[in-house]
């Protein structure tokens, strides 16, 4: 799969690995790493829920004078020389199959699918229907009973049957996808300040309680990071990323700007159970506040409620420990025994 083809629509995604050293400043790092990947195209989308980036090359490969496969060569090269930053590399005609392919490539490696037609039918037809967008654990399980499970079932199904498995929309949507038919650009927007959490199992987790648990400590760091950079957020997302290399997005506007712990708990386990996994293998969770601005300007809706005004005091006096003792003097009595230490929990990005 790691052809020269140069004809047709380009489009890359690149995963960026930054080494356990890196993970204090890992901010500033994927901003240096984004101004790396302005030097090969203008047309990018940063992805920094994933330390990731996705770039269209359609029309820069004539200017570079590079095939997509010694392009992506060249961007590896670069960040691993100038910033120490091993990449995963997927590239090919669409969005879809650039990431497909960067999720089904071993870390420090590069894929380039063919636009041909028959290439990318090729790539497509064996994976999983988990990989398309859009098809969550619900999803892919419902085609599963209907003994669906890869992509060339899928576009093999007449519309009409998966209509009725999984409604008009969803089926015409999937079935175009199937067929390698994804024509969604790749957009530069202006980020909004957010700050991240991210926690990964040391093996895939099938257990509700520890889900919550890992939610717990997740909120529980990011109302803290919020409240030592005298900041609040207005919007919290949730990112699960399965065993079969899916994942799922899910966020919600707050219904005032906050930096507290307890409502951030509250509103990352409701997204959660929004999801209604079941027996779901979980591999990561990322917690992320959005719409970050200065705690001086939101607004508090003031309660007449003691037990509110309680656990603003109990968490001032925490926060106050904590800057003295170290961030785990004070932990939630659900989190205190065993602490926390499946890899990735600690790991912090703003952008």
């Given at each position: 799969m790691?052809n ?14 930054p ?5 204090d400043d890992?901010?500033a790092?994927?901003?240096q790493?984004?101004t ?21 090359l359609t029309g820069?490969?004539r200017?570079l004078d590079?095939t997509?496969?010694e392009a ?6 670069r960040?691993?020389?100038?910033h120490?930053?091993a990449?995963t590399i997927g590239a ?7 990431a497909m ?6 870390p420090?490696?590069i894929?380039?699918?063919?636009p041909d037609?028959d290439a ?14 859009g098809?969550g654990?619900?999803t ?9 499970r ?11 049957t998966l209509a009725?498995?999984?409604?008009a ?5 999937l079935?175009?996808?199937a067929?390698?038919?994804?024509e ?5 927007e202006v980020?909004?300040?957010s ?5 990964r199992?040391d093996t895939d987790?099938?257990d509700p309680a ?5 939610l717990l400590?997740?909120?529980?760091e990011?109302?803290q ?12 997302a ?8 899916s994942?799922?997005?899910?966020s ?13 708990t ?9 999801l ?5 293998r979980?591999?990561s969770f990322?917690?992320r506040?959005e719409?970050l ?5 939101a ?5 007449l409620d003691?037990a509110d005004?309680?656990?603003r005091?109990i ?12 961030p ?6 659900t989190l205190?025994d065993p602490?926390?230490?499946?890899r990735g929990?600690g790991?912090h990005?703003?952008?």
């Open positions: 790691n020269h083809s140069g004809d047709g629509r380009c489009i890359m995604r690149v995963f960026f690995h080494g356990p050293e890196r993970q890992q901010d790092l994927f901003g790493l984004v790396l990947v302005e030097d090969f195209t203008p047309r990018f989308q940063s992805r920094p829920q994933d330390l990731a980036v996705d770039l269209d820069a490969l200017y590079r997509p496969y992506a060569q060249v961007l590896a090269l960040a691993l020389a100038l120490g930053v990449t090919g005609p669409s969005v879809m199959v650039a392919a960067a999720e089904l490539t071993p420090g490696r894929t380039v699918i063919d037609p990318v039918e090729a790539f497509l037809r064996p994976q999983p229907t988990a990989l398309l967008p098809v654990p619900a892919a399980r419902t085609l599963k009973r209907f003994g669906i890869c992509v060339g079932e899928l576009a093999d199904t007449p519309p009409a009725r498995i999984l409604g929309t969803p089926a015409r949507e079935h175009t996808l067929h390698g038919v994804d969604r650009p790749v957009q530069r980020l909004v300040r700050t991240t959490c991210s926690h199992f987790e099938l520890q889900h919550h648990r890992a400590a997740l909120a529980d990011l109302g990071r919020l409240r030592a950079s005298n900041e609040v957020c207005r919007g919290l949730i990112v699960v990323r399965y065993a079969g290399h994942s799922t997005t899910r919600r506007r707050l219904p005032e700007a906050t930096a507290r712990t307890t409502a951030l509250r509103t990352s386990l409701d997204l959660y159970w929004s209604g996994l079941q027996r779901a979980v591999r990322a917690l506040a719409g601005a200065p705690a001086h300007e607004f508090h809706q003031v309660l003691p005004d309680k656990q005091r968490e001032a006096v925490a926060d106050a420990a904590r800057r003295k003792f170290g785990h003097a004070i932990r939630p009595a205190a602490p926390v230490t499946a929990a790991r990005r703003t952008v």
